[in-house]
């Protein structure tokens, strides 16, 4: 057995579309309002307005580089490891009876979560529309948000051969 991961996935959490998108937005009108309070003698309120616009901008770039989780495919398991605090989960694929590609959510708003339990199901997922369903003996199912679902798919069938 190789040690060499057939599958790695990186999934960061500041990197997708609609989350940056309402924070531009939001710093945009804290701007807009500056710039109209400063023109209206109220230049000493509105330095307020300008901190919070750069701060807003601030946090997206750190977010943007700022790892939720990780998932490799290696040693006929998937391997998914997160942020600082949160424990490896590791899925034997020799458990595994069925794999296979769908949507994660018909919602367009998703939130970003790792290790999520809820009604016979484990959720991970950061950004995104595709997702791999993996469902076990037990009839617990795996929902493993990706952005490259196909690599992903071929990887886990790859190694459940």
Partial sequence: MSDKPVFIEKQYL????????IRLVLAIFCFAAYTFNFFNDAAEKADILAVVGFGIIIISIILGFLLHFRTRVVNKSILVDGLWTTRLVKID?????????????????NNPVYNLHNKGT??????????????DRDGLVYIIGSRHANEFLRAIEEEMK
């Fill in 14 to 21: 500041g990197r997708e579309w609609i989350p940056v998108t």
């Fill in 93 to 109: 694929l020799n458990s595994i009876v069925k794999v296979e590609k769908g949507k994660y959510s018909r919602y367009l708003f």
């Fill in 122 to 135: 484990i959720r991970f997922y950061t950004s995104g529309s595709d997702a791999i369903h993996l469902t």
